[in-house]
C-alpha cells in the first residue's frame, strides 16, 4: 500500500531535549517536505527536499533539522525544542516538482512542556 | 511568493445544502497549480483536486464541483447535497510551476465546515 508514515504520532517532551520524528515513504517519490499546523495559522512549510542531500528551508525553518540520506527517508530534528514548537507536524512527498500532488503522512502531535 | 485567502473561518449548514468555500489567490506567476485539500475530524490531509492555470474549465466530480476564474484569481470549491462526512476543514493552496529548483506549497488558513443533520 502507497503510504506516508511518521513516528511518532505523538509525543510530549521537555524544553530542550534533542528529538527526531521520522518520515518514510514507500512510493519513490523525489520530493518530500515538513509542515506544522498551528489553530489559526494553517499549514505551514518548515523544510522541503528535491532529492537526496538536496533540502531548503520553508517559511518557517528556525529551530528544525532535516536531512535526506535516502530517498524514502526525511526526519525533522529538533536539536533544542522550546514550547513555541508545540503543534501538529505533517509530511508529504510527491512525485517530482511541487506541482504534483502531495501525499501526506497521518501527522505527528508533539507538545513541548 | 503566493498569497491565497479563505475568507470563510467557519460556515454551518444543515444536511443536503449545497455549500461553496471561496478561495482567492494572489500570484505573480503566470503557471502555476490550484489544490485543495480535506481533513476530516481524524486528522489527516485528503487530496480532492489538482488543477493548472491554462485550464479554466469547471469540473465536477459526484456532488463535488470547482470553478476556476483566472480574471478574479479564485478557485472555489462547490459541495452540492452536503452530508455530514463532509464535515471537515477544507483548504486551498496554490503552488508556482518554476521549474526544477522551486517547491513551495503554501496554503490558506483553512475553512470549517459543519454539515448539521
Known amino acids: 500500500e502507497a503510504q506516508v508514515t511518521q513516528n511518532p504520532r505523538y509525543l510530549i517532551t521537555v524544553t530542550g531535549k534533542k528529538l527526531t520524528v521520522t518520515c518514510s515513504q514507500n512510493?519513490?517519490?523525489?520530493?518530500m517536505s515538513w509542515y506544522r499546523q498551528d489553530p489559526g495559522l494553517g499549514l505551514r512549510q518548515i523544510y522541503y527536499s528535491m532529492n537526496v542531500e538536496v533540502t531548503d528551508k520553508g517559511d518557517v525553518p528556525e529551530g528544525y533539522k532535516v536531512s535526506r540520506k535516502e530517498k524514502r527517508n526525511f526526519p525533522l530534528i529538533l536539536e533544542s525544542p522550546s514550547p513555541n514548537q508545540t503543534s501538529l507536524y505533517f509530511c508529504?512527498?510527491?512525485?517530482?516538482?511541487?506541482?504534483?500532488?502531495?501525499?501526506f503522512g497521518p501527522g505527528t502531535r508533539l507538545t513541548v512542556l | 511568493a503566493q498569497k491565497v485567502t479563505q475568507a470563510q473561518t467557519e460556515i454551518s449548514v444543515v444536511e443536503k445544502e449545497d455549500v461553496t468555500l471561496d478561495c482567492v489567490y494572489e500570484t505573480r506567476d503566470t503557471t502555476y497549480y490550484l489544490f485543495w485539500y480535506k481533513q476530516p475530524p481524524s486528522g489527516e490531509l485528503v487530496f480532492l483536486i489538482r488543477r493548472n492555470s491554462f485550464d479554466e474549465q469547471n469540473e465536477i466530480s459526484g456532488r463535488y464541483s470547482w470553478n476556476f476564474q483566472k480574471s478574479t484569481s479564485s478557485f472555489n470549491f462547490t459541495i452540492t447535497a452536503s452530508q455530514v462526512v463532509d464535515s471537515a476543514v477544507y483548504f486551498c493552496a496554490p503552488t508556482p510551476y518554476s521549474g526544477a529548483g522551486s517547491y513551495q506549497l503554501t496554503f490558506g488558513k483553512g475553512t470549517k465546515l459543519s454539515v448539521i443533520p
Open positions: 512510493m519513490n517519490h523525489e520530493y
Open positions: 508529504a512527498s510527491s512525485l517530482s516538482l511541487g506541482t504534483d500532488t502531495q501525499y
